[in-house]
């Protein structure tokens, strides 16, 4: 019985009487317990009728005295959810949650049946506690739900009889008058379609016909698959049952308890497992469903999976398909593994499962000891998906990786470092984010901060355990990475570490730099500071504390504070203080520069420098103490004196060398301890620009090949000089990982910082097409790693119709000079994507070659060139049609492969013929935003972004845009704030560009 009906069924004349008189302090009334108990109602009930009875037109009637008694006593419709929500999940209403339902009391029974179409449905039993039921302030309690359509919701025995009142397509809202404390059930039956943008429940077709499914829940959408409580302190147990086609292997958190065919399915068996009966009926008339269907799936399989430990929401998953298995053995506890992959992959796999397995093995041992934990899992599961949003995802006792890890030819050894770090980060997050989790988004970087930097850390502490793989360089990538913190902390969406998240889709887009690099950078300084035993000290306290529940920052703090406080003296070194350190380091945004103020000519006689350090962002004028070490060069380039020092919490620190002559370059952060935007000095920045590349130090000359590029992003060095720079020093550099750095720098520094009549005036890109033929060329080249490195820049610098023809009998084989050195499969896609390119070669001559690369590779790359292809060579009409392809809410194809379409669409060489679409561009970009999934609707954004050089006017329209959006639209305020930035940057250096072009 709803609440309304309570109301009118006991309230009498007396009562309505001194409603009447009070109505003034209605709100107290209802909360008065002699009151409520004159209408037979408990606490929470009466603040339920007090919300649906304060809507003007209720109250209106509750004080009228003309209503008759017939029509009070008439059937009234069933309760309302009286408010409008956001897509999103505000923090406030997951604390409100969070203070009513009763800690660990969740449990989820799911039953799902999976098809290889489109669609799939399920049953959920959500058990839950409620303690603080009196205190409930709204007449609801949410659900977190996004899927299309419930048939049936049970609450505690009574089914709900009009679901479309109380769901709206993102939350269920439970009345709170169906609810009770202390145990609490609703059942759900639901029916959904599978995602092709990322996120939910993905689907995927190979090239080959089969279908893959899996889920990519992180941050907010488990909900997109099943109802539940979506947030990351509502922790609950999963018992997973699941109906799927013949021949399907299905994988979970936990190990399957027992499957069997639907044919001879029996529904004690199945509540043997102590499984509710509305479960096993509903998956026998599945069963049932399934065989009239098609009598031939009466082999489809019904597996049932064993109870997992508390897990958040996000971290459930489930993968169905063809998979082919590998089984690698046991790992340390007698801990399963077995490898996951489509079946057109696994001879690539299989090739590398020693690889994978050695990394695991040792970083679960190095965990083990580090924090003083086992693996917290029954079992590890690898399984590599397809077209995956990101590059993996931690999955409790199965993480999914994005396929690209499997590869299906050789491939630059960075690349199988970076593989290997994606492993130990995962790995790492089975103890930060499975077992130990955050409470909400705002400490996210608990989660990843602590993964990204401890999985260098990590692979730093085994590199010499490894047989199968030289990881000796992973200080060199971990830098890589830090660079994203460093572009990421200059924008001016700039955030702190752990900062205020107020809802979901916020906790979306602090999945950045900051996050990852600029939080793991911070950890890192700290164990320097503190040391690797202390470190590893707190660690254990933490984990041995919060196993199985959820953390805070302060949590963690005080870990650190317990080991720490009793042998740091911080009065003697204040920037031991782990109360400023936490302020300054993780709750303030943007970062801090330093210059070095020294004289080489008076050094030898008075070493003494001062560093000045400044804030980047005048907004957050904060300055911080830093642990870092400098190092002075002579001319032979060799480091003479190594110093540690402390950069103090204020503008300038003096520092004391011994006195030395011949100085000529001091390396500021050597070693790369410190989180700090590195100015170079006139007198060090004079003499690397001619000596870079002779620098000893790998790492040395990739922090100072940083710091030019940063002073070419701030307009303070033009680009044409960082040509200059790269052309001096690239072909001497030895070290493959800043070969490959550099050169990225360079392809940016090309196609965002030189003006196009410059390039065609000095003919830059053809030069450096020369250059890395060149270096293509040389004895070097004969190297497999070094090549891939300069195929995949020798073709992204052909733009000329002379290079361009060079990459096309290249691809035939017809270069004499390459006989030996042929493009790879990705190289050659490239290349035939680079032919659509150009004006001279007719569109047969185009289609030969596409047919060519597509007989060679008929993998899901084919689909996936052939929409670009088509992109770049679209006429105006087929434009037309393309750019309503994108807003098309109905298309079939996934978000990656409309992503190809986008990248042809707005193919450089189509600037003209897109002019009219610019401004179509930013008319339809709000609704893109509001309407469709925020994986694609990014894709948009970036893709489509006007290409021409009216910079002004590009920022003048997303400018006018910005104004028009509500604060809702956070996303997309985000993005616009952030591109406005990049196109400033842009304008700037192309200022300087060109003033040095006239000036030389």
């Not at 924090?371 to 590059?391: H, M």
């Not at 499997?406 to 930060?432: G, P």
């Not at 990459?807 to 490239?830: A, K, T, Y």
Request: proline letters at 3%; glycine letters at 4%; charged letters at 25%.
């Amino acid at each position: 019985m709803c609440i309304r009906d309570r109301y009118q069924r006991r309230v009498h004349g007396d009562i309505k009487k001194f409603i009447s008189m009070n109505k003034d302090n209605i709100k107290d009334l209802f909360r008065n317990p002699k009151f409520l108990a004159g209408l037979g109602l408990s606490a929470a009930a009466g603040v339920a009728l007090y919300y649906y009875l304060s809507q003007p037109k209720e109250l209106k009637q509750l004080t009228s005295t003309n209503t008759s008694q017939g029509e009070a006593s008439k059937p009234k419709k069933q309760y309302r959810a009286s408010r409008t929500l956001e897509k999103y999940l505000l923090h406030e209403q997951a604390q409100e949650r969070t203070e009513t339902i009763i800690k660990k009391s969740i449990s989820y029974e799911l039953s799902i049946s999976l098809t290889s179409s489109t669609k799939y449905q399920g049953c959920v039993t959500i058990n839950f506690a409620m303690g603080n039921y009196n205190q409930i302030q709204d007449p609801y309690l949410l659900l977190d739900y996004k899927g299309e359509s419930i048939s049936k919701l049970i609450v505690n025995g009574t089914e709900v009889k009009v679901i479309s009142e109380i769901y709206d397509r993102k939350f269920i809202q439970l009345p709170v008058d169906r609810l009770q404390n202390g145990q609490n059930s609703v059942v759900i039956y639901f029916e959904n379609s599978y995602s092709t943008t990322g996120h939910g429940l993905v689907y995927f077709q190979d090239a080959d016909k089969k279908v893959y499914v899996y889920t990519q829940l992180e941050p907010y959408a488990c909900s997109e698959v099943f109802p539940c409580f979506d947030q990351p302190d509502l922790k609950g147990y999963l018992k997973l049952s699941v109906i799927a086609p013949h021949g399907w292997r299905i994988v979970s958190n936990e190990a399957e308890i027992h499957s069997s065919e639907i044919h001879s399915f029996q529904l004690k068996d199945y509540q043997s497992d102590g499984s509710t009966q509305a479960h096993a009926e509903y998956l026998l008339n599945v069963a049932q469903q399934r065989f009239n269907l098609n009598q031939n799936n009466e082999r489809d399989v019904l597996i049932h999976f064993r109870t997992t430990p508390l897990l958040p929401t996000y971290l459930f998953t489930i993968i169905g398909g063809p998979y082919e298995e590998i089984k690698t053995g046991g790992l340390k506890g007698g801990i399963a593994m077995s490898l996951f992959c489509r079946s057109s992959l696994y001879e690539h796999l299989a090739k590398d499962v020693e690889e994978i397995t050695e990394i695991t093995r040792h970083s679960l041992e190095f965990y083990d000891e580090f924090f003083g934990c086992p693996y917290p899992f029954s079992k590890l599961d690898y399984i590599f998906c397809p077209e995956f949003s990101s590059l993996a995802m931690e999955n409790a006792g199965a993480i999914t990786y994005n396929d690209n890890y499997i590869y299906r030819e050789n491939v630059q050894k960075d690349e199988r470092v970076d593989r290997c770090n994606s492993i130990t980060h995962e790995l790492a997050h089975m103890w930060f984010g499975d077992m130990t989790t955050m409470k909400w988004w705002n400490d996210l970087w608990l989660n990843e901060s602590f993964a990204e930097f401890i999985s260098h850390f990590c692979m730093y502490k085994i590199k010499d355990k490894l047989t199968h793989l030289d990881v000796s360089n992973i200080w060199l990538l971990y830098n890589t990475r830090k660079g994203w913190g460093y572009t990421t902390d200059q924008l001016p969406t700039t955030h702190s570490i752990a900062g205020d998240v107020k809802h979901t889709d916020a906790a979306e887009n602090i999945f950045d730099g900051i996050t990852y690099a600029k939080g793991a950078a911070t950890l890192k300084q700290l164990l320097s500071l503190i040391g690797e035993e202390r470190f590893s000290q707190a660690m254990k306290i933490y984990f041995k504390r919060f196993a199985w529940d959820n953390a805070t920052l302060d949590d963690l703090l005080q870990c650190m504070r317990e080991v720490c406080e009793t042998s740091i003296d911080i009065s003697v070194n204040p920037h031991l203080d782990l109360s400023l350190w936490k302020q300054d380091w993780l709750c303030t945004p943007s970062l801090n520069q330093l210059l070095i103020d020294w004289n080489p000519q008076t050094f030898a006689v008075n070493p003494v420098v001062t560093a000045k350090q400044t804030p980047v962002n005048g907004k957050f004028p904060v300055l911080r103490y830093h642990k870092m070490k400098l190092a002075l060069v002579n001319s032979k380039c060799e480091i003479t004196q190594v110093k540690d020092v402390i950069i103090q919490k204020e503008q300038n620190t003096t520092i004391t060398f011994e006195g030395q002559a011949d100085i000529q370059a001091i390396l500021v952060n050597y070693q790369d301890e410190a989180y700090i935007k590195v100015l170079p000095d006139q007198h060090t920045l004079k003499f690397i620009r001619q000596n870079l590349s002779s620098i000893p130090d790998p790492l040395s000359r990739m922090m100072l090949w940083r710091s030019i590029w940063e002073m070419v992003r701030d307009a303070n060095l033009s680009s044409l000089e960082f040509f200059e720079i790269f052309r001096n020093n690239v072909e001497t550099e030895q070290n493959e990982t800043i070969i490959k750095d550099i050169w990225d720098y360079m392809q940016v520094n090309y196609a965002s910082y030189i003006p196009k009549e410059i390039d065609e005036k000095h003919k830059i890109s053809s030069s450096l097409f020369t250059l890395a033929l060149k270096m293509l060329q040389s004895e070097r080249g004969q190297d497999e790693s070094f090549q891939i490195i300069l195929r995949k820049f020798l073709i992204g610098f052909a733009r000329t119709e002379e290079n361009i023809a060079f990459l096309s009998q290249w691809f035939n084989n017809e270069v004499e000079d390459l006989q030996n050195i042929r493009p790879g499969i990705e190289d050659s896609w490239e290349i035939v994507a680079t032919i659509f390119r150009s004006q001279q070669i007719s569109r047969d001559q185009k289609e030969t070659f596409f047919r060519k690369q597509s007989e060679k590779d008929s993998s899901e790359k084919t689909t996936y060139y052939r929409k670009q292809c088509d992109g770049i060579v679209a006429n105006e009409t087929e434009r037309d049609t393309l750019w309503n392809y994108y807003l098309d809410k109905n298309a079939k194809d996934s978000a990656t492969v409309i992503g190809y379409s986008m990248r042809g669409f707005n193919d450089r060489t189509a600037i003209v013929l897109n002019k009219k679409f610019n401004l179509r561009y930013f008319n339809d970009l709000e609704s893109v935003f509001k309407d469709r999934p925020s994986d694609y609707a990014k894709k948009f954004f970036h893709y489509l972004v006007p290409q021409h050089d009216d910079l002004e006017d590009i920022i003048k329209s997303f400018r006018q845009l910005r104004t028009k959006l509500p604060e809702s639209q956070s996303t997309l305020i985000k993005l616009i704030d952030e591109q406005i930035d990049r196109i400033e940057r842009k304008s700037k250096v192309y200022v300087l560009a060109r003033e040095y072009d006239r000036q030389h």
